[in-house]
């Protein structure tokens, strides 16, 4: 069964800085584009970054040179390092994982973790 566990949101103040962490279980890692989402009230739910198994990595324009994406693929772990934070990336962050393989479609998500800037 696959699981994606995030942690590391909480309440900081703008520009101030938060480490997210997602976990992952399941078998799920290997050849796995992860990534992070976010979602504010009343907004869709948006890409803020991703990664691939050989680690090329993507970034919304909101976030580039504020927010740094990685993974260990030993920990099977994801993380988001969120820097120079502003009250408007306050969401509920989501962990992702996709991966396409033998006609195969696989997408999971994480239950989600809240981070909340403060003015």
């Known amino acids: 069964q696959v699981q994606l566990v995030e942690s590391g949101g909480g309440l900081v103040q703008a520009g101030g800085s938060l480490k997210l962490t997602c976990a992952t279980s399941?078998?799920?890692?290997?050849?796995?584009?992860m990534g992070w989402y976010r979602q504010a009230p009343g907004k869709q739910r948006e890409l803020v970054a991703d990664?691939?198994?050989?680690?090329?990595?993507n970034y919304a324009d909101s976030v580039k040179g504020r927010f740094t994406i990685s993974r260990d693929n030993d920990k099977n772990t994801v993380y988001l390092q969120m820097s120079s934070l502003k009250p408007e990336d306050t969401a509920v962050y989501y962990c992702?994982?996709?991966?396409?393989?033998?006609?195969?479609?696989?997408?999971?998500w994480g239950q989600g973790t809240q981070v909340t800037v403060s003015s």
């Open positions: 990664i691939t198994f050989a680690r090329t990595t």
């Open positions: 399941g078998n799920i890692f290997y050849a796995t584009v």
């Open positions: 992702n994982a996709f991966r396409q393989r033998f006609g195969l479609r696989e997408e999971y």
